[in-house]
């Protein structure tokens, strides 16, 4: 089992940057896939990010692709979401997740979900 809590949301001006961290707890993290979805209000979860066990292979949805970055360390059993170049449509929960094996941007598909942190961008 592996435990997720997020953290570095906030709110920021359209244009801004900010950094999601996500803590995992469990003897699985270093071999699990984990990736990053967002929520807005009154729309589906949808896939940001996501990054293999090794840090080797990196995903994104193509609506974040030069904008955002997905990192780990799993010396640390953390993920990151660095997220640059914000917009007003960037506004949601940030949900971490991850899940053993191979990629997939279906959120059904992952096993371990935080909280979630709220990002609010203004224009």
């Known amino acids: 089992q592996v435990q997720l809590v997020e953290s570095g949301g906030g709110l920021v001006q359209a244009g801004g940057s900010l950094r999601l961290s996500c803590a995992a707890s469990g003897r699985t993290f270093s071999s699990s896939l984990m990736g990053w979805f967002r929520q807005a209000p009154g729309k589906e979860r949808e896939f940001v990010a996501a990054?293999?066990?090794?840090?080797?292979?990196?995903y994104y949805a193509n609506f974040v692709k030069g904008r955002f970055t997905i990192s780990r360390d799993n010396a640390k059993n953390a993920v990151y979401l660095q997220m640059n170049s914000l917009k007003p449509e960037d506004t949601a929960v940030y949900y971490c997740?991850?899940?053993?094996?191979?990629?997939?941007?279906?959120?059904?598909?992952?096993?371990?979900w935080g909280p979630g942190t709220q990002v609010t961008v203004s224009s």
């Open positions: 997740a991850g899940k053993p094996g191979y990629y997939t941007n279906f959120a059904g598909g992952y096993n371990y």
């Open positions: 990054i293999s066990w090794s840090g080797g292979n990196t």
